[in-house]
């Protein structure tokens, strides 16, 4: 367990998959995400019990603390030892839990599992343009924006672009 003031992360159980069956069925979380697939609860189970096998992915529960209830997910994956970095994605499961600074704590939670335990020089993450409030959130756990792919997806009859973030470990301990 890694315990911030208000969350915390926790290795994912079978039993947290339910509500990232929830997630996955929420209109705005699928457009904030750009997800296209849809997902049954046995398609969850099974697509983490295949991540739990990969040895370059560590995923995790966001819970909080006072009371435990878990709220999203997180995973470091794509873990590159030789080159050391790393991608990062999060989801908070529900607008409920947005805008109290949980996604970006639990964020600066997986920063220091990157840089101080895996030491990782360099992780990395895509948001999408409309995704406001995430590219906000990560520019405030110290990601910087890297590159633009313009025009990268279209949904919702729009496009947006794909935000290519990074933050290094030298950034990190500053």
Avoid: P, W
Avoid at 144 to 163: A, K
Wanted: hydrophobic residues 35%; charged residues 30%; negative net charge.
């Amino acid at each position: 367990m890694i315990k911030g003031k208000s969350v915390y992360l926790r290795a994912l159980t079978e039993e947290d998959m339910t509500s990232i069956y929830r997630a996955c069925q929420d209109e705005e979380i699928i457009y904030m995400t750009g997800t296209r697939q849809s997902f049954t609860l046995d398609d969850i189970i099974e697509r983490y019990k295949q991540f739990d096998l990969d040895d370059t992915r560590i995923n995790f529960a966001i819970c909080l603390l006072d009371s435990q209830e878990m709220i999203g997910d997180l995973s470091i994956l794509d873990i590159d030892v030789s080159n050391k970095k790393a991608g990062f994605r999060i989801a908070l499961h529900s607008k409920n839990y947005t805008g109290k600074g949980y996604g970006t704590e639990a964020t600066k939670l997986a920063q220091k599992v990157s840089f101080e335990e895996l030491k990782l020089n360099r992780l990395e993450l895509e948001v999408f343009s409309h995704n406001i409030r995430g590219i906000k959130a990560y520019e405030k756990a110290g990601f910087r924006i890297e590159g633009v792919l313009r025009q990268s997806l279209y949904m919702n009859n729009t496009y947006s672009d794909e935000i290519l973030m990074g933050m290094l470990q030298e950034e990190y301990y500053k």
